[in-house]
């Protein structure tokens, strides 16, 4: 079983409507949570990262939420765009900077 | 914008090819990462290194090796290749210091007829 768990496995929604992403974990010791945008065909690029002590971070549309406490994480995308159609992928390390990736979730936004 | 490269973007071989996979980055890090990635599924980890001379094995097993030379500089070659290694190969490298932000190449897709 993953130690990552991303939900939805894909999603559809409207040009301008906004969308949340939900990362579930089991990874420990916890060290930081990152969330990446990955184009088709492209390497993943980095949206935001969190350690244990920050409960939220935003990067422009694109804001997530950590609860160590509970092992969720959520990335909200506010006025979804065409460009935002992607694969969004969520990152857990532990304290030996090892990394687990989760599946992703594939995002479409129609006009 | 992160300074990663990879070659070739697209590889499409016959089957019992030796191949190259080229990766290289002017950002100075010591932790380079090979991952590899079928469509619509998540990164594995095959292989890394933290520095000149040091290679490691990821947590899938992979028929290819890496060198690690110079710094910059983190090949991976497949002495020949199968149908089987058809799939998306994207190179990473980190940074030096907490929390490690990891820059990734834009990926080679390697298809094996």
């Known amino acids: 079983k993953n130690q990552v768990e991303q939900s939805p496995q894909s999603l559809i929604i409207l040009e301008g409507k906004n969308c949340t992403l939900q990362?579930?974990?089991?990874?420990?010791?916890?060290?930081?949570l990152r969330w990446y945008k990955q184009d088709t065909g492209r390497g993943p690029v980095s949206l935001t990262i969190?350690?244990?002590?920050?409960n939220t971070k935003s990067n422009g549309r694109y804001t997530a939420t950590l609860d160590a406490d509970t092992k969720q994480s959520s990335l909200h995308i506010t006025a979804s765009q065409l460009s935002d159609s992607a694969s969004y992928i969520c990152?857990?390390?532990?304290?030996?900077?090892?990394?687990?990736f989760g599946a992703g979730t594939r995002l479409t936004v129609k006009p | 914008e992160a300074d990663i490269y990879q070659t070739p973007r697209y590889l499409v071989i016959g089957t019992g090819k030796k191949i190259t996979l080229e990766c290289s980055q002017t950002?100075?890090?010591?932790?380079m990462y090979w991952y590899q990635q079928d469509p619509g599924m998540e990164l594995h980890l095959i292989h890394y290194?933290?520095?000149?001379?040091?290679?490691e094995k990821g947590d899938l097993s992979s028929e290819s090796t890496v060198s690690r030379i110079r710094t910059e500089h983190f090949p991976l070659t497949l002495e020949s290749a199968r149908p089987s290694h058809t799939s998306q190969y994207l190179c990473?490298?980190?940074?030096?210091?907490?929390?490690?932000?990891?820059?990734f190449g834009p990926g080679t897709r390697l298809t094996v007829t």
């Open positions: 290194s933290y520095g000149v001379n040091s290679t």
């Open positions: 990473a490298s980190s940074g030096n210091r907490a929390p490690y932000e990891q820059y």
């Open positions: 969190m350690t244990f002590s920050e």
């Open positions: 950002m100075g890090h010591d932790k």
């Open positions: 990152v857990v390390s532990d304290n030996n900077n090892d990394m687990r």
């Open positions: 990362c579930n974990y089991t990874v420990s010791p916890f060290s930081n």
